[in-house]
Every structure is written in C-alpha cells, then in structure tokens.
C-alpha cells in the first residue's frame, strides 16, 4: 500500500488536485479502501466540489473557500443625523435597523437620531449602551442580543453602533454573533473611534481580568466617521484619543509627526475656534495610515504588527488598574516607555524621545503614571507572547517615522527606563514647566 499525502491547505481550488490523490488512495489500497469507501461513494465523489485526500488510514473530504471583504469608511460634510445626509441610509439600504447607542451620545444627540430613524430607516428601536470601560463586557453583549432577539432583527437586519470604541466593540461583538453574523454599521463618536476602530475588522471585550480576550475579526459593512461629534467629547478624552494619530505618525510617517507637532494642540480647541478643516485633513491622513497598515494583515496572521505601537504594556496598565487607566492614556505610557527602551537600547538617537516628550506636553498627555511598575510590566511582556503566538514584537521606534520589533526586554532595561521617565518628570516639574 503506498502512502497517500493529504492535499496540502490551498488558498484557491484544489480541487482535481486532490481528487487525483484520492483516486490513487482508492486503487493502491484494495484491501482497505473499500472499507472505506465504497466505488459507488467515489463517483458520488467525483465531480462535487470538495477535495478528496487520504494517508491509507482513513479518507479526508476537504472544503476550500475564501472571502473577499471590502467595506467604506464614509466622511460626511455635515452631521451623519442631518436630515439631508443620505450616508446612513444608503449604507443599510431599507433594512430593518436596530440602533447601540452610547448613553451619554444618546443624551446629546437622541434628539437629532430618532426622527432621523424615523424619516429614513426601518428602525426597530434605540438600545442604550453604557460606554464605560469597566463595563465593556459580556453582559452588555448579552444585553445587546436578547433586545435584538426581543424586537426579532432578522437576518439581514442592520445594528447601528453609535459611541466610542467600547459601543462600537460591544455593538460589534454582538452583530458577530446575532443570528450567526448580522450587517453592522460603526458611527463612532470619539477620536479613538475615528481614527482606530472604525478602520480595522475587529472587537474584543474584556474577560476574566483580561483586557480583549474575547473578540472577534467581523468587518462592518462600512463605517460613517462624522468628526462633528468631537465637539461634545470631554477635553480628556479628545487628549487621550490623540495618542492613536501619534501612534501612527511614530511609525510611519514623520510629516504627520510634525504636523501634530506644529499644530496638534489645535484639536482640543473648543467651540467657535475649531477648525473643522483641519481636523478632517489630520483624521482621514491618520485613518488611511491606518488602512495601509491593516490592509497588509487585515487577520493579523503574522502578529508583528506596526500597529502594535503603544499595545503591549497598555493592556496590562488597563486591565491592573480595574481600567481606572483609560484606553488613550495607557497607550500614550506604553509609547513613551517603548521609546525610552529604544533610546536605552541606541535604537533611535536621544532627540527622538525628547521629541515625543515635547509632544506630549504640548498636547496634555502624561508622562509618569504610578500604574507603572516593573512587575507589572514583565507581566504584560508575557502576556503580549501569548496574544502573538509565541513571539514578543514590541514595536520600538527607530526614528520618528519608522520601528523596528524587539523579541526580548529585560527587568534592567525596564527598570532604567523607568528610573528616566520619572526623572524626566520631576525635572520637568523643577524647573515649572
Ligand atoms: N476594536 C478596535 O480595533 C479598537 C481600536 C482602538 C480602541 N478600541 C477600544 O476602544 C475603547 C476606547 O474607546 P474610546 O476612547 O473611543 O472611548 P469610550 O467608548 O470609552 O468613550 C469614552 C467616554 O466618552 C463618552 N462619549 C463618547 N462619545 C462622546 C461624544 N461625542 N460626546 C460626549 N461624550 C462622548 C462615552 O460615554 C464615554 O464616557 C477601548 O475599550 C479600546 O480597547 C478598540
């Protein structure tokens, strides 16, 4: 009896591939195969579309099947619940709707999307999400579904997730699963949600103590970023959620670095003084530093992800602090910290961290955080390896523009660089900056 390899995994058709493989499993084996498959079972084989493989031991049906997402992130000149802004509407296109709504933007804004539900959308009603952190879990997703079960969302009904990145993640989690996957639309309404979540295909709660261990890849069908939103969002927050354009600005591109240098503190204006220009231009050029990056490993297959800047110790810092750390703050520490280790390691020249401090005190972002310890931060080392499969890729910039990944950090290397960042501060602090 010879050895039959199985078809190896294929990304396109396979199929006569292992179709041949199966029918020299059928006629080297004449003792065993007809056990286990019967000629009259081959030819029922023979022409369906599945693979056929087997080693001599058993027989292996194989399906191949590939998906293609594609989806838009729309930017209105106005606000998504004008009367005139047909952007929603044509997203869901006459489908029943169910709206996840942050609170705290219902109070704001239930006047303008109620009579906007009513007027263009098939709406099954308005479901209240509470946007805070230490509540971006299960029961909320559980909440979600069983008021998509109450007012019978069909399957080929819409969830519109309006609020910040835990609305659109809780909203997300649950069109997931709804029915074994529901159409969802993101709106989301802080600077987080535009410039981060809104672009990418994923979700995740916190479980079990742990910051996103459950989640899911699962693409909305388009995303509407309406920074107008941005006007109600609390001073804080605004300053949290620059650190996602930093981010981005850090490891790919340093024009945007400089800009945010010259004229980031421009995005916590208020009122009359915003310039609602600019505050497009520098959001849609972080969101599509974003996409460039996503689009290379939109399931993050390879886990060594640019991204990943500011992502590594971050969740950790949340998830110990009972997520009294926000999501902004945690990863601007991260990113200071990951720079400092960078400059200890000669990786990038002293200036760039210099840089990132002026920055961040331009714009109001910590420097210090007594959240940071040593221990904890080896924790989140480990941590990280096993969200990325074995390996650490801490991102660790090279320059202001570029990174490099790091596979090993020491407790010396994290002490010293903590011992700097407090120093840091207290200079600062000394000389009444
Ligand atoms: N899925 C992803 O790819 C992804 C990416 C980045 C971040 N996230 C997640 O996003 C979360 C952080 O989200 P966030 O920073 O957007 O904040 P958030 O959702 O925590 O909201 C912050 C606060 O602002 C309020 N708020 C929201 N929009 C408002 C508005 N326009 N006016 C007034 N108040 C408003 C909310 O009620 C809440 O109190 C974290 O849980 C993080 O893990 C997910």
Known sequence: VSLVRPAAPSDGNKLSESLDLASEFVTTSPNSSSDIMSSSVRNLLTGANLGVAGDGRGVELQLSSTRTISYRILHPLGHVFDPEDLSLARLVAGRPVIFAVDRHVYAGYGETIEPYAATHLLSL??????????RKSWSQVEMLCTAAANASLPRDGVIVAVGGGVT?????????MFRRGVDFVRIPTTLIGIVDVAVGIKQGINFNGRKSLLGSFYPSIGAINDVTFLRTLPLEELTFGISEIIKMAMVSDRALFGLLESRGRELLLRESAIDWQFVRDITLWSERLMMLELQLDLYES????????????????????????PHGKAVALDMLLSTTLAVGRGLCTPDVLERLVGLYRSIGLPLFDAALRSELLMESLSAARQHRGGDLNLVLPT????????????LAEIESALAHMSRAVA??????I
């Open 168 to 176: 659109l993640d809780l909203a997300g989690m649950a069109a997931a």
């Open 302 to 325: 390879s886990r060594a992800r640019l991204v990943d800047f500011g992502h590594t110790f971050s969740p950790s810092l949340e998830a110990s602090t009972a997520y009294d750390v």
């Open 125 to 134: 009603g308005v479901v209240l999400v509470d946007g805070d952190e230490k």
């Open 399 to 410: 320059q202001v523009g570029e990174a490099t990944f790091a596979q090993d950090v020491h």
């Open 427 to 432: 200079r600062h602090h000394a000389v009444g």
